[in-house]
């Protein structure tokens, strides 16, 4: 039937043809469906080529929720912190947020895989290397046995500078304990399991030789006595502020599980406009405190490990530094990456 009967107040009836009659809907109505992009992926080991693994049908998300998942799904033994994935079998490791739609690659993709070893998180390797100097100082401070032979067993120095020195390093391990605990953010969650080797090596061996030749019995205060240890008590204590003033400062530009990546700036703390002259103020604090030590003590394992830990954070700042530059246009033209308008 091809008509419809629309009555009218009258009560005569209105014939309309279907026909006729053009139906319209609202614009708002009609609903645009974007097509969804899809993704094979193929995954390669980067150091044979081998295929590892194939993915069909990856949609448009970050890697990380994508292709690491899927992988892992797929070869279960290799676990997110372990797998480092690059577009080039010698380049860069891809972000988990990167996203597959935005990386230079058509509909099929090849990723190359390299195995980051077995991993241990950071904030484990940071409680064990700095809880080992702070125990192993302690030892030598007390004398135990087998140090420094049964005639100076659990005995005390008759210097002032010792136990000063004693209360300055240990002060020092529980800061960075707690800032650990309750400060510091990471960025990445592990590292790697080795590396806690060698980190532990070099915290540790360098705490029992700086203690042993501090706590010794023959052990002779500074040159110019109380005068230069009050100096360097003033050079660590103002560092050692400093150094938790930057920390909290790097903690606040970065929200509680987020990896925003942002510029540092001065707050309206004193301690923090280091950051107008350097990129790592943390660091320049940091020595900054191990020369008072070193100053307090005149030892020299002292001096020897603020030397070597001076070494290795510039080599620190300057990749902190370098990463600020590229990632950011309009990065301070004036900051140096760890001694101002030095280095």
């Not at 998942?69 to 380049?91: E, I, N, T």
């Not at 005639?151 to 002032?160: A, E, G, I, Q, V």
Request: proline share 8%.
């Amino acid at each position: 039937m091809d008509t419809n009967v629309v009555p009218l107040e009258g009560g005569q009836p209105l014939l309309m043809g279907l026909n006729s009659i053009e139906f319209k809907r609202h614009p708002k109505a009609v609903k645009s469906k974007k097509a969804v992009l899809f993704f094979e992926v193929e995954i390669l080991d980067a150091k044979t080529r081998d295929k590892l693994c194939f993915l069909d049908k990856v949609g448009p998300c970050p890697v990380g929720d994508a292709v690491v998942s899927a992988f892992l799904s797929a070869d279960p033994q290799w676990y997110p912190a372990r797998q480092s994935l690059r577009l080039d079998p010698k380049g860069k490791s891809l972000k988990d947020e990167d996203v597959l739609q935005n990386l230079p690659v058509g509909t099929t993709a090849t990723l190359y895989f390299r195995d980051l070893g077995a991993q241990i998180s950071w904030v484990t390797v940071f409680l064990t290397e700095y809880a080992g100097p702070l125990l192993i100082y302690l030892l030598f401070y007390f004398r135990v046995p087998f140090i420094y032979g049964p005639k100076y067993d659990f005995t005390s120095s008759k210097h002032s500078v010792v136990h000063l020195a004693c209360i300055c390093h240990s002060f020092h391990y529980i800061k960075r304990l707690l800032e650990t605990i309750f400060v510091h953010r990471f960025s990445h969650g592990t590292m790697p399991l080795r590396n806690i080797f060698k980190n532990c090596t070099y915290y540790w061996g360098f705490a029992a030789w700086m203690a042993y030749y501090i706590n010794h019995p023959l052990y002779t205060p500074p040159t110019y006595g109380d005068e230069q240890v009050k100096l360097a008590l003033i050079i660590f204590l103002f560092c050692q502020l400093g150094n938790f003033s930057i920390h909290i400062a790097l903690r606040n530009l970065r929200p509680a599980g987020s990896k925003t990546r942002k510029i540092p700036y001065p707050t309206k703390n004193p301690f923090t406009w280091l950051f107008l002259l350097v990129s790592c103020p943390n660091y320049t604090y940091e020595v900054g405190s191990w020369i008072g030590f070193a100053i307090m003590t005149q030892c020299l394992p002292v001096a020897l490990f603020s030397l070597v830990g001076f070494i290795q954070m510039t080599i620190w700042a300057k990749g902190k530094h370098r990463s600020y530059l590229k990632e950011f246009r309009d990065y301070p033209p004036l900051r140096s990456p760890i001694v101002p308008f030095l280095l």
